[in-house]
């Protein structure tokens, strides 16, 4: 499902769709690892999740991915209702494009008429679960891990520019999604971690060196560590 980009020589690559853009309106032993911005942290307690989606399926996949997160939150609660209402708020409106979520408590800024999280049907069961755990991330407040200022991918930046400015996506966005670092004392820092899942994945010819890297399905160590000491119970 993800989107087909040329590059110059007629060489074709999948490339992941590009999210986290709000609605308009609006690598040793285990080592934490990650990236997230603790101004946008929710507080301690109990965070409404509204599920407004077309099919059982679906529905399940985004509790379990959810599930997984909380695991590792010790300072949230989760309460899973049906419907629209809620501090976060999760669609699959297919009027709307691409997967994407308001980053931690952004999702205030959202009106409440409209999601603050869309995910995009897929049949893929596998890949829909694991790109509901990315969004979710994001709803939690962690930031792109191939965005980390730690990071040591050998970005060619001509071939990541050219593979997604030909799928239509403004360059802008691609520098934003892609290859800035974001920077701050307002950021949680930690080693640099490909197996997270709030990295994208991307094929060897978009770097210097052939090193591109798989697709993540699940949350990794570092994802888990991160999230608790985002999170972690106040003393």
Avoid: C
């Avoid at 520098?175 to 930690?190: A, C, M």
């Avoid at 994208?200 to 999230?227: Q, W």
Wanted: hydrophobic share 35%; glycine share 6%.
């Amino acid at each position: 499902m993800n989107p087909t980009a040329q590059l110059s020589g007629n060489v074709h690559f999948p490339l992941p769709p590009l999210d986290s853009e709000t609605p308009t309106s609006a690598r040793t032993g285990r080592t934490k690892r990650g990236l997230a911005d603790t101004t946008k942290r929710w507080p301690a307690g109990v965070i409404t999740v509204a599920i407004d989606l077309r099919d059982q399926k679906s529905k399940a996949l985004v509790i379990d991915a959810i599930r997984e997160w909380a695991h590792n939150t010790p300072a949230l609660q989760f309460r899973v209702v049906d419907g629209r209402e809620g501090d976060i708020r999760i669609s699959d409106d297919p009027g709307i494009k691409r997967n994407w979520s308001a980053i931690g408590t952004d999702a205030k800024n959202v009106p409440l008429s409209e999601p603050t999280m869309h995910l995009e049907r897929l049949d893929d069961s596998r890949e829909f679960r694991a790109n509901a755990l990315h969004e979710f991330g994001h709803a939690l407040g962690l930031l792109h891990e191939h965005q980390n200022p730690e990071h040591d991918i050998n970005w060619d930046i001509d071939a990541v520019y050219e593979g997604y400015t030909s799928e239509h996506f403004p360059k802008e966005l691609v520098y934003s999604q892609f290859l800035k670092l974001p920077v701050g004392d307002h950021l949680l820092v930690t080693r640099y971690d490909s197996k997270s899942i709030m990295h994208y994945d991307f094929p060897d010819i978009v770097t210097l060196d052939g090193r591109g890297v798989g697709a993540n399905t699940h949350l990794s160590e570092g994802d888990k560590a991160i999230v608790r000491k985002l999170y972690k119970l106040p003393t």
